[in-house]
């Protein structure tokens, strides 16, 4: 399993592929910036297939729509297994979205 210790800095992180396969080192990236509000925002909530998953990103987004009326949501499948990327849907997220919520269930 690929995995890479971040420089030294206050924490130490371990970063590991979940795919299980052996790869080059990973360069550790840092979180997107918070978004002040979700006031007049398109929010992608993407299904990647994990049981319940689906629903559970439903509920989120009528919980959305119900307390932040003017956000917009979109609900999306990913493509393939969960730990596979899906170009098409990452590229339009990234074009047409201002947050993502990635789900699963159980």
Known sequence: MASIT?????????VLDPRGQPTAEIQPLSLAPRLDSLDGKTVYLVDIGFGGGWEFLQE???WLQ???ASVRTELRHKKGNMFLDDPELFAEIAERGDAVIFGVGG
Do not use: D, E, G
């Open 6 to 14: 971040k420089q030294p800095t206050r924490s130490l992180q371990t």
């Open 66 to 68: 119900r307390n932040i």
């Open 60 to 62: 989120a987004a009528a």
